[in-house]
């Protein structure tokens, strides 16, 4: 049975599941630690959601959230389904309920990013009713 729930508290299990879905999400390298994944957990300002097809995480996806002068905004990222449940519109079920959970908080917006390459991706978020913006996005890394 599938189903969506907020993570509440870490486990070696979730923490397993969540580094494998994100392997499949970016082919950069990504070093999430269990030190990363409780501030996630614990954050008041993100919430990460998992879709679960019985016992096993299949997907997940991550709402932030904060408050400007110009409003409330919600950031939609890390939308992710296990490669081998692909093409059942999970995807599309874990997006409808990010807009569900947004929806109940008020007035806000929900944004996301996508590359244009996700051609997939960006179909189905154009679906359920996003619109794209005329933006430029900039980004800065700090690594170190």
Known sequence: MLHIEKVEKSSEFILE?????ISQLTSGDVYFTKSDFDNIISSECSNLYLLYNDDIIVGMFTLAHYITPTGKKYWLEDVVVSEDMRGQSLGKRMVEEAIR?????GKSKLMLTSKPSRIVANKLYQSVGFQKKETNVYKMDFDK
Not at 17 to 21: A, T
Not at 101 to 105: G, L, W, Y
């Open 17 to 21: 599941s969540v580094s494998k879905l």
């Open 101 to 105: 959970i947004v929806s109940k908080d």
